[in-house]
């Protein structure tokens, strides 16, 4: 059997008190996103300002298809320019799945809530998830590769299905879905991912983890983690 890693919760406690200086990150958010601004403050990170602006894409939709991840991507330049005058130690975008999907390349220093996701697990010593997002099917396998692409091995996956109309879904649609997993796929994983910046998980997340008895982390709480770290000076 793996060894289980160390709660996402408390290790985010942990460098939240090792802090010794305040960073700011500037956290570019899809423009129908309504749950990182709820769930970040209610982490309660004593050392982190988090600026927020929005990105608009150019086919004004929600949806989540390449048109819409495509153009979080291309609208990421000038939401950076509208936090030209912020002294940012880094900047997010908000959106795990436009971190996987391609398209345009993003301006230099951007990172994705992708990538706060694998630098989370790699700090948790988590290296077999199980995955779970309310994504269309498809996009959900696309990140399953895109983990595996990153040494992160995904021994099951399960996804809601939705292209949009995340902030709708509930704890008890999340852990309905949790139960979908085999098994025998918790039993060998390390952590369960919920992967999507847009639906709201922290309510949810205890009780997740009680029940399958190892870490649960989001994409929110992998974006606290990743701002957390900038506060201690620790290499991302």
Same mark, same amino acid.
């Given at each position: 059997?793996?060894?289980?890693?160390?709660? !996402?919760?408390?290790?985010?406690?942990?460098?939240?008190?090792?802090? @010794?200086? %305040?960073?700011?990150?500037?956290?570019?958010?899809?423009?129908?996103?309504?749950?990182?601004? %709820?769930?970040?403050?209610?982490?309660?990170?004593?050392?982190?300002?988090?600026?927020?602006?929005?990105?608009?894409?150019?086919?004004?939709?929600?949806?989540?298809?390449?048109?819409?991840?495509?153009?979080?991507?291309?609208?990421?330049?000038?939401?950076?320019?509208?936090?030209?005058?912020?002294?940012?130690?880094?900047?997010?975008? !908000?959106? %795990?799945?436009?971190?996987?999907?391609?398209?345009?390349?993003?301006?230099?220093?951007?990172?994705?809530? +992708?990538?706060?996701?694998?630098?989370?697990?790699?700090?948790?010593?988590?290296?077999?998830?199980?995955?779970?997002?309310?994504?269309?099917?498809?996009?959900?396998?696309?990140? !399953?590769?895109?983990? *595996?692409?990153?040494?992160?091995?995904?021994?099951?996956?399960?996804?809601?299905?939705?292209?949009?109309?995340?902030?709708?879904?509930?704890?008890?649609?999340?852990?309905?879905?949790?139960?979908? +997993?085999?098994?025998?796929?918790?039993?060998?994983?390390? !952590?369960?991912?919920?992967?999507?910046?847009?639906?709201? *998980?922290?309510?949810?997340?205890?009780?997740?983890? @009680?029940?399958?008895?190892?870490?649960?982390?989001?994409?929110?709480?992998?974006?606290?983690?990743?701002?957390?770290?900038?506060?201690?000076?620790?290499?991302?």
């Amino acid at each position: 059997m793996s060894r289980r890693p160390e709660d !996402a919760l408390g290790l985010l406690a942990s460098w939240d008190g090792q802090a @010794q200086r %305040t960073a700011r990150v500037g956290v570019l958010l899809p423009w129908a996103n309504q749950a990182v601004e %709820t769930e970040l403050p209610c982490l309660g990170l004593a050392r982190t300002v988090f600026h927020y602006t929005r990105l608009v894409p150019a086919s004004r939709t929600t949806a989540v298809d390449a048109s819409f991840l495509h153009g979080l991507r291309e609208a990421a330049g000038n939401a950076v320019e509208s936090l030209a005058h912020l002294p940012l130690d880094s900047r997010i975008l !908000a959106c %795990t799945s436009a971190g996987f999907t391609g398209g345009p390349p993003l301006p230099t220093g951007v990172v994705t809530a +992708f990538d706060a996701l694998t630098n989370a697990l790699q700090a948790l010593d988590a290296s077999r998830v199980v995955l779970a997002a309310p994504y269309p099917i498809e996009v959900t396998a696309s990140e !399953a590769a895109a983990l *595996t692409a990153r040494g992160i091995e995904v021994v099951a996956h399960a996804s809601l299905g939705l292209a949009d109309g995340y902030p709708g879904v509930t704890a008890d649609d999340i852990r309905t879905l949790i139960r979908q +997993f085999p098994a025998d796929a918790l039993r060998t994983a390390d !952590a369960v991912v919920l992967s999507c910046t847009g639906w709201h *998980t922290l309510s949810a997340l205890p009780d997740i983890q @009680q029940a399958v008895g190892m870490p649960v982390i989001s994409s929110n709480l992998a974006m606290a983690l990743f701002a957390a770290r900038l506060a201690i000076g620790a290499p991302l």
